[in-house]
């Protein structure tokens, strides 16, 4: 019997390797899989830091930190929240929209090569399957994590 947790963990570290160096070939050489984890949250109209917080279980502080070091590459800006000044929202930079269409096009060439070398079939059982076990996480805790 198989670790699930292990064998995923394993996937998923090879497929974000994979897709660090098509970022790095692409002239994103700065890319870091902490940059990753904030763009992945980040909604393009805009994401206040507490929300982005939290889709990515950290704390206010690291995510803040993350902020400043993407801020420093130039991706994203922190502006006053519309609704309530007090608030910060982060928004990607032209700069940011840049990296964003790189990475995208990272993304779909590391999931070609796995449907390439997995074959077509079994990526396509592989991400219903996942895709149903995601639904199953994610209807336990919802968005924010809650029970």
Not at 40 to 54: C, E, K, M, Q, S
């Amino acid at each position: 019997m198989h670790n699930a947790g292990r064998v995923l963990g394993n996937a998923l570290t090879r497929f974000e390797a994979r897709v660090l160096e098509l970022m790095a070939q692409a002239g994103h050489a700065q890319t870091r899989l902490p940059h990753i984890n904030l763009t992945r949250h980040l909604d393009r109209g805009g994401t206040r830091i507490t929300v982005l917080a939290r889709r990515a279980n950290m704390t206010n502080a690291a995510m803040t930190e993350l902020i400043d070091q993407c801020e420093g590459l130039g991706l994203v800006i922190r502006l006053a929240d519309p609704s309530d000044r007090r608030a910060r929202v982060v928004n990607f930079t032209d700069a940011g929209q840049v990296w964003l269409a790189a990475f995208s096009r990272a993304l779909k060439k590391a999931e070609r090569e796995l449907v390439e070398e997995i074959g077509a079939d079994a990526a396509a059982t592989l991400f219903g399957a996942l895709a149903r076990y995601a639904g199953v996480v994610a209807s336990i805790g919802g968005e924010d994590g809650a029970a």
